[in-house]
């Protein structure tokens, strides 16, 4: 039995197991890091995902199916993107005749001659329809 097992078990042979238990070893180690980074960089609980990734392999695996999808960076340039959207339709508006885009100072619409709005008698700023006095100087807006 003991001859049978050495002679399985050469130098070599043994050397290669201990070199893929210690690659699977780091390989472990770094999952758990891993695991542990990825869910708090996605504001993922890492407490909880360390500790599931502590189960080798089976446990990385279950986090990389189950992680939020975005990182929390992404999340962050998203939503900076939506808001920069927004203020650019806040400041652009529409000709409500031909739908050309028209920027907040525009009186007329530049494509069909509609008058947008009224202009200030005293500072020529430009002023919804809806306004009774002018923001920008003060002076009563009537007939
Ligand atoms: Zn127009
Ligand atoms: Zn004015």
Known sequence: MEEI???LF???VKTAIMLIIVL????????IIWVIRDSYLR?????????ISLIPFIGAFA???M?????LSDKDEQAIDFALKKRELMKYGECAKCGYPVEREYLMCPNCGTQL??????CGHALNPEWR????CCTPIGQ
């Open 133 to 136: 006095i002018c923001p920008f």
């Open 10 to 12: 050469t130098p070599e």
């Open 24 to 31: 699977f070893g780091v390989l472990y180690v770094i999952s």
């Open 67 to 71: 992680r939020p999808p975005m990182l």
């Open 43 to 51: 504001g993922a609980n890492p407490v909880i995902w360390g500790i």
């Open 117 to 122: 709005k009224n202009e200030c008698r005293s």
């Open 5 to 7: 097992f050495n002679m």
């Open 63 to 65: 986090y990389s199916m």
